[in-house]
């Protein structure tokens, strides 16, 4: 199986979401699965068109094994009740799998300063800096559709001729 992780704020702005919505399109095309968090904003709009090929993680999915994964790299995990770290805790599934073992190939997300890596993430990054976080250290590849050459380059893979 082919994994990606689609994630990103529940406030992207309308164009993002419906480009989030056809590139999980696309890449439902290619048998590629998407996992996410099921969260309003950029998680449904990926769902959106990812059909039937998904693995969509909540809150409550998140165990002991996944929490501490997620607390390895939030900022400030010590001030997280418990449902916050639940919520950063599915981040681990999104990126790894249910088993915590088998990381997407990519990451493709929207955030507000365009985060790509756990070197560059700042509170405006949100709660999506822990799946970047997470990625980063998993050798997984994230592609910020806030940078322009991110958003031009996966533009051009799914409409070449646009």
């Known amino acids: 199986m082919k994994f990606y992780t ?4 529940r ?10 919505t056809k590139i999980a399109i696309f890449l439902n095309k290619q048998g590629w699965v998407l996992r996410s968090g099921g969260a309003d904003g950029s998680d449904l709009a990926f769902e959106k068109g990812a059909g039937n090929l998904k693995e969509i993680y909540y809150a409550n999915d ?3 094994a996944a929490m501490e994964i997620a607390g390895l790299y939030h900022p400030a995990w010590h001030q997280c009740g ?4 639940k919520l950063h805790g599915r981040n681990a599934f999104q990126v790894l799998g249910a ?11 929207w955030t507000l300063d365009g985060c790509r890596s756990h070197q560059q993430r700042t509170i405006k990054t949100g709660g999506t800096g822990t799946a970047i976080s997470i990625a980063s250290n998993h050798n997984v590849k994230v592609f910020n559709l806030a940078n322009n050459v991110d ?12």
């Open 11 to 20: 406030k992207a702005p309308l164009n993002i979401l419906g480009l989030m």
């Open 82 to 85: 418990e449902y916050a770290r």
């Open 99 to 109: 088993n915590l073992d088998t990381p997407s190939r990519f990451l493709v997300c």
């Open 6 to 9: 689609g994630v990103g704020s």
């Open 62 to 64: 998140a165990n002991k």
């Open 151 to 162: 958003r031009e380059r996966i533009e051009f893979v799914i409409n070449p001729f646009k």
